[in-house]
């Protein structure tokens, strides 16, 4: 059984800075979050940012400059820091994991972007 769970998300002024997290429980492996999504009402999930395993990163190209990931291996945790946040990073973000062949989701944690 693999489980996600977000938090981190909440209401930030534009321009600010908001730290999401993602964690992993697991009984039986030690594994970090694959990367983070993101979904607004009536759209696709989009991809945000992706850490693999040897730890390259990628990025979409709307969120370049502005977030940064990372992960914590020793506590199953990846981290998702959004700086400079502007009206359109309004979104639910989830993060996910491939494990033995199955993608896993957290239940997302919304972050809304308002003056």
């Known amino acids: 059984q693999v489980q996600l769970v977000e938090s981190g998300g909440g209401l930030v002024q534009p321009g600010g800075t908001l730290r999401l997290s993602c964690t992993i429980s697991s009984s039986s492996v030690s594994i970090t979050p694959d990367g983070w999504y993101r979904q607004t009402p009536g759209n696709q999930r989009e991809l945000v940012a992706l850490?693999?395993?040897?730890?390259?990163?990628h990025f979409a190209d709307s969120v370049k400059g502005r977030f940064t990931i990372w992960r914590d291996i020793a506590k199953n945790t990846v981290y998702l820091t959004i700086n400079n946040m502007k009206l359109e990073d309004t979104a639910t973000y989830y993060c996910n994991v491939l494990f033995s062949g199955a993608m896993y989701w957290g239940q997302g944690t919304p972050v809304t972007v308002s003056s």
């Open positions: 850490i693999a395993s040897d730890g390259e990163i």
